[in-house]
């Protein structure tokens, strides 16, 4: 049971983060399926860029420059340029995931997985008995994503800028209207959420793990975005949400332990998929409660060709 | 120019852009892109056996990518191919393997049918939840596509794996020859046939029928088709089953014919690729077919690359993904136009 718990804050650290970039660019109005593609993107720069320099500080440094770089070109692409979001943002995902890949081989000059020294600072270690297992040997970013989460919700609730991104996300021609550029502030949301996204890439990599793996992610940046709108896009609510897909995750693992020979484990892999969509349809009746909030999410993900 | 031209014009503008930044992408990480190139070029056209080679690729393309334009008529985002084109295949197998001593021509209708059956049941699901609940179809057809993944990782590594198989990967037993199509080259005139006819049948349906027309009217505005009258539940489980319909077929056509015998994970892109090949037609039937031809070249392509230059294939993930980061892109005049509506409106 501890180590459940244990492998749950482990597995749900990464998909809180990234649900918590998630948050902000929904708030601004932004459906963004390239979380995916951050992910990894950092995944990949950390260690890279920490195992050339032996120093995890540059790598987790370089992964928040790599993702802040694509997200502003994200920014720019559907922003300025009026592509669309869904569709750009599924094509970041594949630009993260083929790029690192390629990255990968064209650099490092191996295919599957890179191995590295460098790994995340564990404040507490050395437990193997007890309730303390549960905290035990977790990377430092498992520590603070509780604070980043009530950061979050601060910066959301009480901050001007998150006032702003509320404007902005529900009704843009208001904004405007009280001399708020509604461009600027999207590309301050997706910059937030670039540079979450590289430090749930660098916790997956560097921090339960020490390597990066191609398409290590594994459709975690997808899971993390269903967390927002099953905590209806409120970071408290997303990070439980995080959590509880973490616990599915957790389960998943310790059943392809002990299990495996009564359930195949493809069964056991697909339960968070199949919460993911059991959690979508939920979030969608709680939203339908709202109808300015259909109208306003509706624009979000009309087709527009 | 007429507008549709123009579009096309923009598009394949946009298409060499993204082109043009892989290149350079690949020039700066230590690759020769005239290399590259001329790989590409002997590997999709004129090395032997390559133009059948990208036929082959554009086949279970242009079907996914139809039912992409049928779901995109009717408003909605199917992006879920992959695991309706997985989850047809499976069930092509299972009627195959399960029916050996059954009469060929038979077993294949069978197979194709439940295929067909098959990806329906799949994208249905995400359509009726979308259509009954407003239960937002991007994201379940996505997860969608990662449990057929799982099916089918399911299947060949258990109930249908091959006893004999000795490979790391887990495949399938294969299906008797008799019911194959084509041989292992992927392309016959049956299969020609069956997808040129599928093709003028999907035009004929979103063109030519009272039912494309409503679609396209549940497309441009839902409230409005709902004013006139139109069953917008029903025209949309329809879209959804179509779109299904097709990308399943993909997966028979794609065990009848080059594959034989399925392994896990087997042309992992092809849903995504799919998405990116409609828009690129301009979600429009016959541009869909050009694309399905240009994309199933490269497919070609990278396949035979390794044997030419060292590039990682993963680089053509990188340059599907870089497509369709930029192919949605607006005209500068388009984009001014439409701002102006938003101003206008929201006035």
């Known amino acids: ?305 | 120019m007429t507008s549709g031209l123009r579009r096309a014009v923009w598009t394949v503008v946009l298409v060499v852009v993204s082109f043009l930044i892989t290149a350079l992408i690949l020039r700066v990480s230590g690759y020769s892109v005239g290399d590259v190139f001329s790989g590409i070029i002997q590997g999709a056209i004129t090395a032997t056996g390559a133009s059948t080679s990208s036929i082959r690729w554009a086949i279970p393309l242009l079907l996914i990518a139809l039912g992409v334009v049928v779901g995109f008529r009717a408003g909605f985002f199917n992006i879920g191919g992959q695991g309706q084109f997985y989850m047809g295949a499976c069930s092509a197998l299972a009627i195959s393997l399960g029916w050996r001593e059954g009469p060929a021509g038979l077993v294949i209708l069978c197979g194709t049918l439940a295929a067909m059956l098959a990806g329906v049941l799949w994208s249905l699901f995400p359509g009726w939840l979308r259509v009954r609940f407003g239960t937002d179809e991007v994201l379940t057809t996505l997860m969608m596509s990662f449990i057929g993944a799982l099916v089918l990782q399911y299947l060949t590594a258990g109930p249908m794996r091959n006893p004999q198989g000795t490979g790391q990967t887990a495949a399938s037993e294969r299906i008797p020859e008799a019911f194959r199509l084509t041989g292992g080259s992927g392309v016959s005139l049956t299969v020609l046939l069956l997808v040129a006819g599928v093709t003028v049948l999907v035009w004929l349906v979103l063109e030519r029928t009272r039912f494309g027309l409503t679609m396209t009217l549940v497309g441009r505005n839902a409230t409005m088709a709902r004013w006139q009258g139109i069953n917008v539940r029903r025209v949309g489980l329809g879209a959804f089953a179509l779109s299904g319909a097709l990308a399943g077929l993909a997966g028979a056509v794609e065990l009848y014919g080059p594959a034989a015998r399925l392994v896990t994970g087997f042309s992992p892109e092809v849903g995504f690729t799919a998405v990116v090949v409609a828009l690129v037609g301009l979600l429009n039937v016959w541009g869909t077919v050009v694309a399905a031809i240009f994309f199933g070249g490269l497919q070609a392509a990278i396949l035979f690359l390794p044997i030419v230059t060292d590039l990682p294939p993963p680089a053509l993930v990188l340059l599907h993904g870089m497509v369709a980061f930029l192919v949605t892109i607006k005209f500068r005049a388009v984009r001014r136009r439409r701002a102006a509506q938003t101003e206008a409106t929201a006035g």
Do not use: K
């Open chain 1, 1 to 305: 049971m501890e180590q459940i718990l244990a492998t749950t804050l482990r597995s749900a650290a990464p998909l809180v983060l990234v649900a918590m970039a998630g948050v902000f660019a929904f708030r601004a109005g932004i459906f963004h399926l390239g979380l995916e593609g951050l992910m990894i993107a950092g995944a990949f720069a950390t260690v890279a860029v920490g195992d050339t320099t032996g120093s995890v500080e540059l790598g987790v440094l370089a992964a928040i420059g790599v993702c802040l770089l694509l997200s502003a070109l994200y920014w720019w692409v559907i922003g300025p340029l009026g592509a669309n979001v869904i569709i750009a943002g599924l094509g970041l995902t594949s630009i993260g995931l083929g790029g690192t890949a390629y990255a990968l081989g064209a650099i490092f000059d191996v295919r599957g997985s890179l191995f590295t020294d460098v790994v995340l600072p564990r404040p507490v270690r050395n437990i193997t008995e007890g309730a303390g297992v549960i905290v035990a040997e977790h990377s430092i970013f498992v520590w603070i994503t509780p604070l980043i989460v009530l950061a979050a919700w601060v910066v959301l609730r009480r901050s001007r800028f998150g006032l702003r991104l509320a404007a902005v996300g529900e009704y843009p021609f208001a904004a405007r209207s009280a001399g708020v550029n509604p461009s600027m502030v999207r590309l301050q949301a997706i910059l937030i959420a670039g540079a979450l996204c590289a430090l749930g890439g660098a916790e997956l990599s560097v921090g339960a793990l020490r390597n990066f793996t191609e398409n290590m992610t594994n459709g975690r940046g997808f899971i993390a975005f269903v967390a927002v709108i099953f905590g209806a896009w409120h970071p408290i609510g997303a990070a439980f949400a995080g959590l509880f897909f973490g616990f599915a995750e957790a389960i998943g693992i310790q059943s392809q332990i002990n299990i495996t020979e009564r359930v195949p484990r493809e069964f056991v892999l697909m339960i968070p998929f199949v919460l993911t969509i059991f959690a979508v349809w939920l979030g969608g009746l709680w939203r339908r409660r709202s109808l300015e909030a259909e109208a306003g999410y509706a624009e979000l993900r009309e087709p527009d060709f």
